[in-house]
Each structure stands twice: as C-alpha cells, then as structure tokens.
C-alpha cells in the first residue's frame, strides 16, 4: 500500500540523496554524518567516478554499511544496480532507520530522484527526505560558467537546481565579496533552498537529514518531464584516467610534480586523487586535488599490505601516457613502463 500522505510520511524509510560537484566535499560530509552521535542506523551507497576506486580508502571505517557501486554513474548506467541494492535494503530494513547515497561529483540528481517515484516497490517503503547539494565556494563559478556543447548539460546547475538543501562548503577559501557572488548565483538558479555555509562540511546534521524536503511538485515545475524523461546527455569530454603503481614514491618528487602538473593543467583536471605508497612513510600518503588545490595527509598504515599507490586524474583532454610517466618519474627506484 503507498498509503495517504501521513502514513507514507511515517512509516517510509528516509533516503537522502549527497550530491555536489567533484571535490565540493561530499565524502567530507559523509565522514561527518558516520562519525556523529546521532542515533540513526544509516545504510549508505556510495557511487564514484574514476578508472579506479579510491572513495572506499576515504569513507572512515564505520559500522554502518557501506554499498559501492563503481561501474558507473548513478543517474544513468548503474541505475539498475541502485534499484537492486535499495531492493536488498527493503529486506533488511529492520537493520537501519535511513537510507544515503552519495553520487558522483558529475551525476545529475533528477534521474536519482525519480527512482523514487516510479518504481512501485521502492516508492512504497522508501520515502525521498531530501537533495542536499554541496557546493565548493572557490570552485562554482567556474563550474557554472563551463560552456558545454549544445543538448549536454551542466551537472552543477541541475545539482542547484534540484537542491532542497545547499551546504555551501569551503567557505575558508573566499572572502565576503566573492562569497555574496556566489551567494547571487545559487539564488539565480534556486531561490527556495536554504544555504548553510560550512567549512569542511561542518554543518548541524538536522540540518540535512530528515529535512521531508524533496517536493515533487516544485521537481515538476523545474523539469515538466521529470517523471517521464529517462535520457540526458552527460559531458563526455570529462573522463579519468587511473594509474596504480607498485614501489615507492619519493615525496620531494612527487610534491614537484603535482605542484607543476596542476599549476599547468588545473583548470582541466577538475579532481585528483590519491592513495599513495611514500618512501620512508610506514602509513598511506592521502593526496586530494581540487583543480590546483591540493594537500596531502596521512592515512591507515601500510602493515603488511603490499605498497602500491593508486591515483585518479578527473577532467579534460587528460593524457594519460604523460600522467603515468609522471607518477612514474616520481618512483625511489624508477621502473620502465610496462
Ligand atoms: N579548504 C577546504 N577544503 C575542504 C573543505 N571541505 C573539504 N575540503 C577538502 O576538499 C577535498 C575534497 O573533499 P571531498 O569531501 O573528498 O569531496 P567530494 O565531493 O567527495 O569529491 P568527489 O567524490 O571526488 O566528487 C578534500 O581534500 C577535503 O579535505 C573546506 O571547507 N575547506
């Protein structure tokens, strides 16, 4: 039974849906909701762009379950796989109290959200609580003004514009004038989300779980073919190239080279990240890039795990033989390509 309104309300099973352009903090906040006592049992599902998975060494060891789904994105190849784990969780449901997916930077939340309402089963038992979007401050423009060919949409418009929520991150990054433009420009594309502004995805977590925000009506007014338009056209210039690489890196090297690389190519390299094997580092070297951005810090230790470092460039005209010489060139004992 879908039931009448009050009953769907209570008896649904809460799903929120993270998204948010590549790097704009999302797993950051993931982190957050897994870590705070917040008495949920949460089950979350976790969609990541990129040749090779490195979201799983991110997310913090947590007792909630965690679901990946790495072979594709979210709102169009791997929608089937999304019905079918929500499909295992519907079974299970006595084992937690909200449901989370987290989607990859370049998804376009609509077709998510509309899982929600076409299919018969999950709309029965699962109930949409809210899009909660994040938004890099240093970063949107640029990503709102990215020209893209005619039919294919801008992922970080419709991430706006299907918001009922907006944590606007990174706020550390701007000042008050270049934070009020960024302010302007979400309102120009959504008006009745609130914004909260956050550093590292600091927010109250009532704030964006369990909000009964999703509003189809206002999904409809955006989209009229909301609930029938299955087809969209993501950037297809936007690819990743993922390089693992046995041996040990030498972090003077591989600072230079990162620091040259995205100095040069940061405005095409959307996002880069990285698991990585240092020599003389008995833990893992954690490298994050947001177009040139980039820090790295310290993760899990190796232990006995054989040290091989996997990182994955996101972005545009990427080459990939000049990124793997690079990574290679930065090796304590250089290794001739394979
Ligand atoms: N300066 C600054 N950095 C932040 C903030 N929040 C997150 N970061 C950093 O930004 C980088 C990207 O954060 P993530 O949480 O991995 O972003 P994401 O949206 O999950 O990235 P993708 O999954 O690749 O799309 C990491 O290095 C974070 O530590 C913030 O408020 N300020």
């Known amino acids: 039974m879908t039931g009448g309104v009050v009953g769907a309300a209570t008896d649904k099973v809460p799903v929120t ?7 704009s903090g999302k797993t950051t906040l993931l982190n957050r909701i897994l870590t705070e006592q917040h008495g949920r049992r949460i089950a979350v599902i ?3 762009f990129g040749e090779i998975g490195i979201d799983d060494a991110l997310v913090i060891d947590a007792e909630e379950e965690v679901f990946e789904m790495n072979n594709g994105c979210i709102c169009c190849t791997v929608r089937g796989d999304l019905i079918r784990i929500l499909g295992t969780l519907m079974r299970r449901k006595d084992r937690f109290d909200h449901i989370l997916i987290e989607t990859t930077g370049l998804a376009d939340p609509a077709p998510v959200a509309q899982t929600f309402f076409m299919d018969d089963e999950i709309g029965s038992q699962l109930r949409l609580d809210g899009i909660i979007t994040l938004v890099d401050a240093a970063h949107l423009i640029q990503h709102l003004d990215d020209e893209r060919p005619e039919g294919v949409e801008n992922e970080a418009v419709e991430q706006i514009a299907f918001a009922d929520r907006i944590v606007l991150n ?28 956050a ?8 704030a964006v779980l369990d909000v009964g925000g999703f509003d189809l009506t206002r999904a409809l007014d955006l989209d009229p073919a909301f609930m029938t338009d299955t087809e969209h056209q993501h950037d297809l210039t936007v690819t ?11 972090i003077e090297q591989l600072n230079d080279w990162l620091g040259e690389l995205l100095a040069e190519k940061g405005v095409d390299i959307f996002r880069s990240k990285g698991i990585l094997a240092v020599r003389g580092m008995p833990e893992r070297y954690v490298f994050q890039g947001v177009h040139m951005l980039f820090d790295g810090t310290q993760g899990e230790p190796w232990g006995t795990a054989e040290r091989v470092s996997r990182a994955v460039f996101i972005g545009r005209d990427l080459d990939r033989a000049e990124l793997e010489a690079g990574l290679r060139g930065c090796l304590a004992v250089p290794v001739p390509a394979a």
């Open 240 to 250: 990743s190239v993922g390089i693992e690489l046995p041996g040990e890196l030498v």
């Open 46 to 48: 976790e969609n990541e």
């Open 17 to 23: 849906v993270l998204t948010g352009f590549l790097g």
């Open 199 to 206: 550093v590292q995805a600091a927010v109250d977590l009532d």
């Open 170 to 197: 990174k706020t550390d990054l701007v000042d008050a004038d270049q934070l009020a433009e960024v302010r302007r420009r979400i309102g120009e594309i959504n008006r009745l989300a609130d914004v909260h502004e």
